[in-house]
């Protein structure tokens, strides 16, 4: 393991996470498909790359202890093909770590033989992703023991440099009414796992890493039992990857993850992502200026490097190259920056698949009385340079609308914007919204002087009705879908 890994991806299984191939009788499974996949890791700039083994109870690999994942992982397996042995070779002669993944208790949606002979080892209580789903219990001793030998055998068959722990597929591993009473426990069983990594790196004459990926914010880990300061100050993981569940997270408070590190060998590596919401449009798919601005962001609150997920089964022309100078905050730096936010709900992981936050509809709010409804939310941005080293700041606003009159104010920390230029210009994204008459473009010129250095609240205001301040909208008139906050 690197003690200085400044670019590390985590490949989330997609690469033999599908449905069967169509293969003929007797083919096998192509073994150039897996060579060609991770050679692409090769002179990118990329320092790790790791491969998720095993979610929950089902393994991408031959497993004595873990069920095979249905699909191709199963036909490799079946035709005697260790796509893991194959992944170590190739990454190894390209220069890049290889690291062994494992979800914590994603996969336990899909039947296997596990659901009939541990069934007392699931619970059922979690709603996760907009529906209940079986989980396993970390709460009970048997889990935690089946868990260990899973990881004890990955780290053990194969010539990997650490073991990842993926604690966003998914966060809950204990009762609802649980998670915060066995916060303690898991703490433990972090050290326990990093006293198993010892042990089988002393075999193998080498230290074995450990790293996690953890919800965004310390509060949404600790709020499921993962406290994960104390497993930073314990000296337990060598490094932290804050991130959402599958979108780029701006607001992520970076700073409080660095701060943890204070003392110890933890390094911070916050994660970017190739989309900037979910669920996934084309539209949203990250450029290098949006990817060159958010790790700009990150590194300007002290982050140690970059991690990345699922970029590259993503689009591989999404980051040819680019990691060359995100791993550089100096690279990062100079203007311009272009933070973009798709405006959806982001207090929790739980949130993700809601509705946009923006959306002016009076639906549910009919009871209330007009003089007491307010028509405006905020957006948090949080600037990392002076403003007053900016030339300009515009703020670009997506709008969704039936009514092409429907107007938006906005103000910076209180302050209104000067009127928008109606309508704005497209920013040229790769993919942009479908032109069709619902969706409208509009530019506010706002003087940098508004800005301050740190957290900066955007307000969005409905301007429609007979009065601005005690009638609302239309139903559902307006929607802002995305806001770009465009620095030169």
Known sequence: MSNDIRIFLTDDGNI??????????????????IEDYFQGYANQGIDAVSFDFCGGQMSSFPSK???????????????????????????????????????????????????????DWLMTEQHWWGFFRPMLNYELPEVRAYMMAIFREVVENYDTDGLLLNFLRYSPLFHPDRDLQCAGLLTDYISEIRAMLDEVGKAKGKRLGFAVQVCARPNDGRR??????????????????PTRANNTDLGMP????????QGTDCRILPTVHSRISYPWESYTLQTRDT?????????????????????????????????????????CAPLPHHHRYAMKANNSEEGILRMPILNFNTDEQSEIPS????????????????????????????????????????LVNGTPA??????????????????????????????????????????FQSLDGEDAHGHAPPPGSMTVQEVALMVR
Not at 65 to 93: C, F, N, R, S, W
Not at 254 to 261: A, F, I, N, P, R
Not at 373 to 394: C, G, H, M
Not at 438 to 458: E, M, R, T
């Open 16 to 33: 033999v996470g599908g449905p069967p191939l169509p293969l003929g009788p007797g083919e096998k499974p192509p073994v150039d498909r």
């Open 65 to 119: 202890v873990a069920d095979p994942h249905p699909g191709e992982a199963y036909q490799y397996m079946d035709a005697g093909i260790d796509v893991g042995k194959i992944m170590e070779k190739t990454l190894h002669d390209a220069g890049v770590e290889f690291w062994a993944g494992v979800r914590m208790g994603a996969s336990l949606i899909y039947r296997s033989k596990f659901h009939e002979t541990h069934a």
């Open 224 to 241: 499921h039992g993962h406290n994960v300061e104390d497993w930073i100050k314990q000296g337990s993981v060598d490094y932290v990857m």
């Open 254 to 261: 970076v700073d409080l993850w660095v701060e943890m590190t």
């Open 291 to 331: 990817l060159r601005t958010a790790a700009h962001v990150f590194y300007g609150q002290g982050a140690h490097g970059i991690s990345g997920m699922n970029l590259m089964c993503i689009s591989q022309e999404v980051i040819e190259g680019w990691f060359h100078w995100l791993r550089d905050p100096q690279a």
């Open 371 to 410: 003089s007491q409804q307010k028509w405006y939310n905020t957006l948090a941005v949080r600037i990392v340079d002076d403003p007053a080293t900016f030339e300009s700041t515009n703020v670009h606003v997506t709008i969704e609308t039936e009514q092409p009159g429907a107007r938006l104010q906005i």
């Open 418 to 459: 000067p009127t928008p230029t109606w309508p704005g210009h497209r920013l040229g994204y790769k993919y942009e919204p479908m032109a069709t008459d619902d969706f409208y473009f509009v530019d506010y010129s706002v003087p940098p002087d508004l800005f301050v250095k740190g957290v900066n609240q955007i307000g």
